[in-house]
């Protein structure tokens, strides 16, 4: 499968717990982003990686959350102090040199 | 903030009708897209619009970008099962593709059989 893969599928955790996921992009891509969708709504932009440089955080990165793409391949998404507020589906979407964002199934993450 | 605004919320139709959807955004994007999610799944790019009163069909589906560049619909015909799930508009401010997406809150299509 040559698709955008993430790991976990779903997390369980703890109110206070630090969780991470891994995103892998379509291979050959050089942009990936991260979006959060909540129950009912579309995905909402998070950040945005070109290569291994963050070029874009929306206003719903809080300091708890950081994202990296050390070496302009996988990306990993933190999440430190979970609050329930942070339980949402987690989506990651790749693209090459264009708008077309392919999206991975997500990490739905549920904090207890 | 850019708002896009779907409609319908929901449609209940039967299967072999033809779905009509649309979306409008207070401010104007340079590209548009439309994607399908099934419960539990990513969004599935269907069509991508860049220009002003283009019209581009994939298969069954047609969609158009609006001359104003603030509205696009989506248009399924002779709807079957499969087409069940929620339907996203998106849309791109820039021409140059880097942007993040905004997205809609999405139509909930439904087919009784």
């Known amino acids: 499968d040559t698709g955008v893969s993430q790991d976990p599928r779903h997390k369980i955790t703890k109110r206070g717990q630090n969780v991470t996921f891994r995103c892998d992009p379509i291979?050959?891509?050089?942009?990936l982003y991260w979006y959060r969708q909540t129950l009912g709504q579309g995905p909402e932009f998070l950040t945005y990686?070109?290569?291994?440089?963050?070029?874009?955080k929306s206003r719903l990165l809080s300091d708890r959350f950081s994202a990296e793409r050390p070496k302009g391949s996988f990306s990993t998404l933190e999440i430190q102090r979970t609050e329930q507020g942070d339980s949402a589906m987690y989506l990651c979407?790749?693209?090459?040199?264009?708008?077309?964002?392919?999206f991975g199934a997500g990490t739905r993450l549920s904090v207890l | 903030g850019q708002q896009l605004n779907q409609s319908p919320q929901s449609m209940f139709i039967q299967e072999g009708e033809d779905v009509s959807m649309n979306c409008t955004s207070s401010?104007?994007?340079?590209?548009w897209l439309w994607y399908k999610q099934d419960p539990g799944e990513g969004p599935v790019l269907l069509i991508a619009l860049y220009k002003a009163g283009e019209l581009t069909s994939n298969g069954r589906l047609t969609a158009q970008f609006g001359i104003t560049r603030k509205d696009s619909f989506l248009n399924i015909s002779a709807s079957i099962p499969s087409d069940v799930g929620i339907y996203f508009c998106?849309?791109?401010?820039?021409?140059?593709?880097?942007?993040?997406?905004?997205f809609g809150k999405g139509t909930h299509l439904i087919i009784q059989p």
């Open positions: 401010s104007i994007f340079n590209t």
């Open positions: 990686f070109q290569n291994e440089a963050q070029l874009e």
């Open positions: 979407a790749s693209s090459l040199d264009g708008p077309f964002q392919y």
């Open positions: 998106a849309g791109q401010p820039s021409g140059g593709g880097a942007d993040g997406l905004t």
């Open positions: 291979s050959e891509h050089n942009r």
